[in-house]
T-cell receptor, first 117, second 114 residues
Framework: GAGVSQSPRYKVAKRGQDVALRCDPI?????LFWYQQALGQGPEFLTY????????KSGLPSDRFFAERPEGSVSTLKIQRTQQEDSAVYLC???????????????FGSGTRLTVV | AQSVAQPEDQVNVAEGNPLTVKCTYS??????LFWYVQYPNRGLQFLLK??????LVKGSYGFEAEFNKSQTSFHLKKPSALVSDSALYFC????????????FGTGTRLTVIP
């Protein structure tokens, strides 16, 4: 597609509920990143994929957070047993580099705003 | 470790005046530096980046930024501000030899006053 697409745009979850957030990167983009942006803060790195391989998950805040990209295109970020502190905007970005290290621009999606009540 | 500091939470400037949004960074090696803009309920939009070469980088919408290695700064500038420039601006850094992800500052809200 023309850009990075994320769905849903908004998600309200009851505490304890599981949620799944979807990211459709730009077609052919090898690298995919997930970020968490809390209110009034800058985005914070969660995890990175190169094709289907999850090369870095050092930013995932707990084992309740899980991400996958099984076919190297669409990615899903799953949060189990959501807590109020999980409320944030979750941003996905993709990049065209075909190597592990990229100097090229990262294209961001519009994000999913998760509110846990 | 990598980090970015945006010392001003808020910058106000009159329309037509020059604007500066400050950014300093810390990386162990050489940096890649980026500026992004975020409008309400929108994702991050790329403005410009410094990779190598000329220290003055020109980007979208008339913005530019100057890489200053000795001061570890990458301030965003525009000669004449527009009301439509009002938004949230983020500086980000990546260590060339480090991780692939970007480290972001906390953002600066720019308000251009008509």
């Amino acid at each position: 597609g023309a850009g990075v697409s994320q769905s849903p745009r908004y998600k309200v979850a009851k505490r304890g509920q599981d949620v799944a957030l979807r990211c459709d990167p730009i077609s052919g983009h090898v690298s995919l990143f997930w970020y968490q942006q809390a209110l009034g803060q800058g985005p914070e790195f969660l995890t990175y994929f190169q094709n289907e391989a999850q090369l870095d998950k050092s930013g995932l805040p707990s084992d309740r957070f899980f991400a996958e990209r099984p076919e190297g295109s669409v990615s899903t970020l799953k949060i189990q047993r959501t807590q109020q502190e999980d409320s944030a905007v979750y941003l996905c970005a993709s990049s065209s580099s075909n190597r592990g290290r990229t100097a090229y621009g990262y294209t961001f999606g519009s994000g999913t705003r998760l509110t846990v009540v | 470790a990598q980090s970015v500091a945006q010392p001003e939470d808020q910058v106000n400037v009159a329309e037509g005046n020059p604007l500066t949004v400050k950014c300093t960074y810390s990386v162990s090696g050489n940096p890649y530096l980026f500026w992004y803009v975020q409008y309400p309920n929108r994702g991050l939009q790329f403005l410009l980046k410094y990779i190598t070469g000329d220290n003055l980088v020109k980007g979208s919408y008339g913005f530019e930024a100057e890489f200053n290695k000795s001061q570890t700064s990458f301030h965003l500038k525009k000669p004449s501000a527009l009301v439509s420039d009002s938004a949230l601006y983020f500086c980000a850094v990546r260590d060339r030899a480090g991780a692939n992800n970007l480290f972001f500052g906390t953002g600066t809200r720019l308000t251009v006053i008509p």
